[in-house]
Nanobody
Framework: QVQLVESGGGLVQAGGSLRLSCAAS????????MGWFRQAPGKEREFVAA????????YYADSVKGRFTITRDNAKNTANLQMNSLKLEDTAVYYC???????????????????WGQGTQVTVSS
C-alpha cells in the first residue's frame, strides 16, 4: 500500500516556474515507477511525465518536453516535477501516481498506475 500526497501547486504567471512534490508513504517506494498526470476542466486526465523505479528512465508528453523535468529521491520517498516556462494551457489539477511492476499498460497510460494522490491545483495566468 502506498499513499501519495502532492504539494507545490499554486498560481503563477505565464513564463514562470513551479515545483511539484509528491511524498509517498511506505518502505517500498523504490519499487514503484512514478508518474504525473493532469486534468484541466472539461478535459480528460492526461499523461505528463513518468520516471522508472530507479530513476534511470524518464518519459514526457510532447506538450511538456523541454520544459518539465521529473526526478525522484528514493531515500526521501519523493517524486518531483519541475515545471518551467509555464503556459496558460498548463493550468490543471496535477496528480502523482505510483505504478507497480508487471502490467500490459505503458507508463503513459493511467491504467498503469495503482495508487494516486489527491491532486494539486496549478493555475497559470496571463
Amino acid at each position: 500500500q502506498v499513499q501519495l500526497v502532492e504539494s507545490g501547486g499554486g498560481l503563477v504567471q505565464a513564463g514562470g516556474s513551479l515545483r511539484l512534490s509528491c511524498a509517498a508513504s511506505g518502505r517500498t517506494f523504490s519499487t514503484y515507477a512514478m508518474g504525473w498526470f493532469r486534468q484541466a476542466p472539461g478535459k480528460e486526465r492526461e499523461f505528463v511525465a513518468a520516471i522508472s523505479w530507479g530513476g534511470g528512465s524518464t518519459y514526457y508528453a510532447d506538450s511538456v518536453k523541454g520544459r518539465f523535468t521529473i526526478t525522484r529521491d528514493n531515500a526521501k520517498n519523493t517524486a518531483n516535477l519541475q515545471m518551467n516556462s509555464l503556459k496558460l494551457e498548463d493550468t490543471a489539477v496535477y496528480y502523482c501516481a505510483a505504478a507497480g511492476r508487471g502490467s500490459i499498460y505503458s507508463y503513459t497510460q493511467s491504467l498503469r498506475y495503482d495508487y494516486w494522490g489527491q491532486g494539486t491545483q496549478v493555475t497559470v495566468s496571463s
